[in-house]
């Protein structure tokens, strides 16, 4: 196996292919297209250009771009798109070159590959060779990521640690440079726009990659075309996302307490109709025990009492109306008749001493079949004529239909001892 083809099959693998790392690279346009409205006759130098994705842009754009790497299956790649790709040191070739010869000194992904003293070096040199107004553009990792700071750092086994953004941006200020940006890149546009953030979102959010882009002082006309790029913020900061989820989270909440207070307002309200229904019930009962206790005082009292025959003549009267005085008077005497212990019994009791006797007597003062027919009136049946009813004892009535239950069962009675009493004599 190549040695020399490793770090170039890890490019491929782990930070993407040449078409998307050049669309990322697209983005620093911005910053050096003013200057090319000035600068005659732009040159770049690019330190670590790899697989010179940048050394085409650069070239798109009209600068004369030359790359400086030690990976020589890198190079190759350079050389089969017929880039400029030279072996070497980069800090060296750095060093070698001119003092204000380069309008753009570029490191991709190049200081956490190096120690500190080298990157302080690295940022002298770019600052001496720059022309007044050129830019020195350094990405690496983002440290603020918290995935990209705990695992995604360390797939490279050539990376010596990260570097927070704030520690580079002195870097170049303490060098001599004018100005410096902070620009943070490839952040997901979903979680940057995101308005319910997760936890998730919040460690891995960030964007994972920042630059600084440095500027050395020049003359107001050269140093202010680029005021409208470094004037921008870009990328999503961690601490902002933070927040935004804690602002987001105490948001949830809120909407939540504000909920539960109106369910427990609904909750209270529902408890005091019940309440009022409760209440009202409670009234009610005792407005019914107050009637109960006056219609009791009514029932208990003497004029209640005295008054009694006089309620009961009254309610005679109206049922007389009612039911006419005949009917009235046959239901009169049917309940006193059949109500009547004594009565009663002589006339169910086929067995009773005295309506035996009753029935002889009868019968033999020829009266008994004109008591058949007047009880027959009395129990609701019809006897048209005195003799139906002497034939009574003899042979079925010809209307037991009008006759009620009762009625039948004496009839049936009376016929069957009058039958048996005509055999006995």
């Known amino acids: 196996m190549n040695e020399n083809s490793f770090y170039r099959a890890f490019e491929d693998r782990h930070r993407g292919s040449h078409e998307l790392i050049k669309s990322r690279l697209n983005f620093y346009k911005q910053f050096i297209e003013p200057l090319l409205a000035i600068e005659k006759d732009p040159c770049a130098i690019d330190l670590g250009c790899g697989r010179g994705e940048w050394l085409e842009v650069l070239g798109e754009m009209g600068v004369t771009a030359i790359g400086v790497d030690l990976d020589k299956g890198m190079l190759a790649a350079c050389a089969e798109k017929g880039l400029t790709g030279i072996h070497g040191d980069a800090i060296e070739f750095l060093s070698s070159l001119e003092d204000k010869s380069q309008l753009v000194v570029s490191a991709f992904h190049v200081v956490e590959h190096i120690p500190f003293e080298e990157i302080q070096r690295l940022t002298k040199e770019a600052h001496r060779v720059l022309k007044p107004g050129g830019l020195l553009i350094i990405e690496t990792p983002n440290p603020e990521n918290i995935y990209v700071a705990t695992y995604n750092f360390y797939l490279d086994p050539t990376h010596i ?150 309620r009961w003549v009254g309610s005679q009267v109206r049922k007389l109306q009612q ?15 059949l109500n009547t212990p004594v009565i009663s019994s002589i006339l169910r009791d086929r067995e009773n001493k005295t309506r035996k006797a009753m029935i002889s007597v009868s019968r033999r003062m020829k009266v008994y079949p004109f008591l058949c027919k007047c009880y027959c009136v009395l129990m609701g049946g019809k006897a048209n004529s005195l003799q139906s009813a002497d034939l009574a004892h003899n042979q079925p009535v010809s209307s037991l239909d009008d006759l009620s239950a009762n009625a039948k069962k004496i009839y049936f009675q009376l016929t069957e001892e009058v039958s048996s009493s005509e055999d006995g004599v």
Not at 188 to 200: C, E, G, I, K, M
Not at 264 to 290: E, F, L
Not at 323 to 337: A, M, N, P, W, Y
């Open 161 to 310: 640690k990260p570097i927070p953004p704030d520690l580079l941006v002195f870097i170049t200020e303490y060098c001599g440079f004018s100005r410096g940006n902070i620009v943070r890149l490839q952040e997901s546009r979903q979680v940057l726009h995101s308005q319910a953030l997760t936890l998730n979102d919040v460690l891995g959010g960030a964007s994972p990659d920042y630059a600084i882009v440095a500027q050395k002082a020049a003359i107001q006309e050269i140093y202010s075309v680029c005021d409208k790029a470094f004037s921008q913020e870009f990328g999503i900061n961690s601490i902002n996302l933070a927040a935004r989820y804690s602002d987001q989270l105490e948001s949830k909440i809120e909407r939540i307490r504000i909920g539960a207070q109106q369910a427990n307002d609904r909750a209270q309200q529902a408890n005091y109709r019940v309440q009022q229904a409760n209440d009202r019930a409670q009234q009610a009962n005792d407005r019914i025990n107050q009637v109960n206790l006056v219609i009791q005082s009514i029932y208990t009292s003497n004029s209640w009492r005295v008054t009694w025959p006089l």
């Open 323 to 337: 039911e006419g005085i005949t009917t009235r008077s046959r239901l009169f005497v049917k309940k006193v008749l």
